[in-house]
C-alpha cells in the first residue's frame, strides 16, 4: 500500500481478497502497510487491486516462502514486546542459564541480567533433550520462578515450547515463545505457534537450508502471526573444535530476501565457552538485531553440560563489547 493509504483503503483490499476465497495478511511497517496474499494454488489476477485507492502496486511473489519475503514487504520487522523491541537500533540481548534449575539459581542470574542492560531473560523448563535421561526442565514450576523474575527485574521472559500444550503454558507466563533447532520442522507445531499472541524465535535447525528456514517461519505466519524473530544457532558440519559452526554469513545472506529481524545464539552454536564472546563480537560486525546468550552463577548444577555458559563476569565483558561494535556499525550503515 502506498505510504498515505487510510485504514479504509487496507480493509477494502482485504475484503477483495476474502471475496476471493484467499486469506489476507495486513504486515505493517514503519511507513508502509504490506497485504500478502495467501491460499491460491495460481497466480491471482493483479488488476483486481490495481486501481483500488491506496495501493501502490499488486505483485508476485515467485519464491516458494511469501509471508517472510522482502518482495512483499520491503520494509523491516521490528517485533515490539512490551516498551522493549527486536529489529531496531537498539541491540536486543536474551541472556540466562541453559535451564531454570532452582529458584536461587535463576534469581541469581537474572540478578546479572538485570544489571547489564538486557531487556530480556531466557531459561528453558521443558529442554528437549538428546538423552533421554538427561534434565528435561522443571515445567511448570520453572515457569512461575521466570514470572518472579520477569516481576522482580522487568526483565521479558523468552523460553521454549517444545509441543503444543507447552506452547499454551509458556503465553501464560512468558513473552517471546521459543522453537527450538530440533523443532524447527514440526509443522503442527509451528502452526500452533502461529495461532499464539506473543512473538515466536524461530532457531534454524541443525541441518536447515535458508529455504527451509524461512518456510518454517511461514508456517506460523500464515496463522497469522507475523512477529517471528530468525535465530542462527549453529549448523552441523565437519568440525572437531565447537559443537556445531555458527553460519554467520546466514545473517547478510537472509538479510537480503527477508525482512525479518535475525539473532544469533554463539553458545549453542560453538558450544564451548571461550569461543562464545568472539562469536557474538564478529556476530555483531555483520549486523544482528540481537542476541541469545547462556550465563550462569558458578557452582552450577551437574545436571546440565554447561560447557557454553558465560560466568557473570565474562558476560558482562562480552556485552560491553557487542554494544560498542553495534553502535559503530549503526552509525556506518543505519539500521540494516
Ligand atoms: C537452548 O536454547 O537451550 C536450546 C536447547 O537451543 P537449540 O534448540 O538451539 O539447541
Ligand atoms: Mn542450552
Redesign the pocket.
Known amino acids: 500500500m502506498r505510504a498515505d493509504a487510510t485504514r479504509k483503503d487496507i480493509e477494502a483490499v482485504v475484503r477483495v481478497i476474502t471475496e476471493l476465497g484467499f486469506k489476507a495478511h495486513v504486515m505493517p511497517g514503519p511507513t508502509r502497510t504490506a497485504i500478502g496474499i495467501t491460499g491460491n494454488k495460481d497466480a491471482v489476477d493483479s488488476s483486481h487491486f490495481e486501481n483500488m485507492h491506496g495501493v501502490a502496486e499488486a505483485i508476485r511473489v515467485s519464491k516458494p516462502y511469501k509471508l517472510t519475503s522482502l518482495d512483499l514487504k520491503p520494509e523491516k520487522t521490528i517485533v515490539r514486546v512490551g516498551d522493549s523491541s527486536i529489529g531496531e537500533h537498539e541491540l536486543a540481548i536474551i541472556a540466562g542459564p541453559?535451564a531454570v534449575e532452582s529458584r536461587e539459581q535463576t534469581l541469581a542470574v537474572a540478578e546479572v541480567v538485570h544489571k547489564s542492560g538486557a531487556q530480556f531473560f531466557r531459561g528453558?523448563v521443558f529442554?528437549?533433550r538428546t538423552p533421554l535421561t538427561a534434565f528435561q526442565g522443571l515445567g511448570e514450576e520453572g515457569l512461575e520462578i521466570l514470572a518472579e523474575v520477569r516481576e522482580r527485574y522487568g526483565l521479558k521472559i523468552v523460553t521454549?515450547a517444545v509441543d503444543e500444550h507447552s506452547v499454551e503454558l509458556v503465553e501464560r507466563y512468558a513473552d517471546i515463545i521459543?522453537i527450538?533447532?530440533?523443532n524447527m520442522q514440526n509443522f503442527s507445531l509451528l502452526r500452533h505457534a502461529g495461532r499464539a499472541r506473543l512473538p515466536i524465535l524461530l532457531?534454524r535447525g541443525l541441518g536447515a537450508t535458508i529455504d527451509e528456514w524461512l518456510l518454517a517461519a511461514e508456517y506460523v505466519m500464515v496463522e497469522g502471526n507475523y512477529n517471528v524473530i530468525l535465530c542462527e544457532?549453529g549448523v552441523r558440519t565437519f568440525s572437531q573444535h565447537t559443537e556445531d559452526t555458527l553460519d554467520l554469513a546466514v545473517i547478510p545472506a537472509v538479510r537480503s530476501i527477508s525482512h525479518l529481524p535475525l539473532i544469533i545464539?554463539p553458545s549453542?552454536g560453538t558450544g564451548k565457552n571461550y569461543l562464545v564472546a568472539p562469536l557474538a563480537r564478529a556476530g555483531a560486525a555483520v549486523g544482528i538485531d540481537g542476541l541469545i546468550v547462556e550465563v550462569n552463577e558458578p557452582p552450577s548444577s551437574t545436571r546440565l553440560n554447561h560447557g557454553q555458559e558465560l560466568t557473570p563476569d565474562q558476560y558482562m565483558q562480552m556485552v560491553f563489547d557487542v554494544r560498542a561494535i553495534h553502535e559503530v556499525i549503526i552509525r556506518e550503515n543505519g539500521n540494516f
Do not use: M, S, V
Open positions: 541453559c528453558g529442554k528437549p521454549e521459543q527450538g533447532a530440533r532457531k544457532r545464539d549453542h
